[in-house]
């Protein structure tokens, strides 16, 4: 054999051993978690900036899987972000993180001047509201059918429509999340065009879930996890 080739062998020996003596991390030192997209965009919540925090705040691997609520269900997935508390519509079986990762409320927004209180629901009989069909799909009329006539709602194109149309007096109030700091709602509010009722007609939080069925799942995972979104949320 010659020197070269030997040197070779030897040299695919060490490297194997190296490799052998480097020791994998604990399963459950890995995580897999699914991450619901558009909900997130739809938020304005970016979805690495959160997952990194995480990381850093528990020593853990993430690993972004492909969303597939059986898989939660089962427990092949560890966790799920994001999930609306109390709604019935994440995945089950789950066990919600506290603190959510964000929360929507959801204002009644009027033109400035146009209500003598705002710390209490006026009585919206008779007056025109906005509407656009993203809210329409995602059931926000009808859990605040209680609050406001549907009959007397117009669709408008999105956010921005309805905002031009309360402006333009064609409506007379519509209902909105505030969490756009830096979108043509939060401008008008500081042009002290519009306001908004202190009273939220709905909060709506979201939260990181792990899976009841995850091989992971204890009260010291669940305890490191909650404790780095709350490092997490506090630098947010």
């Not at 030997?6 to 604990?26: D, T």
């Not at 919540?45 to 089962?74: C, I, M, W, Y």
């Not at 079986?93 to 629901?121: D, H």
């Not at 905002?163 to 109030?173: H, T, W």
Request: net charge negative.
């Amino acid at each position: 054999m010659s020197l070269r080739v030997l040197a070779a062998v030897l040299g695919g020996m060490l490297c194997n051993a190296v490799q052998a003596a480097v020791p994998l991390p604990p399963p459950c030192e890995q995580l897999y978690l699914a991450v619901d997209e558009p909900l997130l965009d739809a938020a304005g919540v970016a979805a690495g900036p959160l997952l990194q925090a995480l990381e850093k705040n528990t020593g853990l691997q993430l690993h972004v899987r492909q969303e597939s609520r059986d898989a939660f269900d089962a427990g092949v997935l560890d966790m799920w972000l994001a999930v609306e508390e109390g709604s019935g519509d994440g995945p089950q079986p789950a066990r919600v993180l506290q603190p959510p990762v964000w929360q929507e409320q959801l204002l009644l927004w009027v033109r400035t001047g146009e209500l003598s209180s705002l710390e209490s629901w006026p009585q919206l009989d008779g007056l025109r509201g906005g509407y656009w069909a993203k809210q329409q799909k995602a059931g926000v009329l009808q859990q605040v059918q209680s609050l406001v006539r549907l009959e007397d709602l117009r669709q408008q194109k999105g956010a921005d429509a309805a905002l031009q149309a309360l402006l333009a007096g064609e409506i007379d109030f519509f209902l909105a999340d505030d969490h756009d700091r830096k979108g043509a709602l939060q401008q008008a509010r500081k042009d002290g065009l519009i306001e908004a009722l202190e009273q939220p007609a709905q909060i709506r939080s979201y939260h990181l879930a792990l899976s009841r069925q995850s091989a992971c799942h204890d009260k010291a995972l669940v305890k490191r996890l909650e404790q780095a979104l709350k490092k997490a949320m506090r630098k947010r």
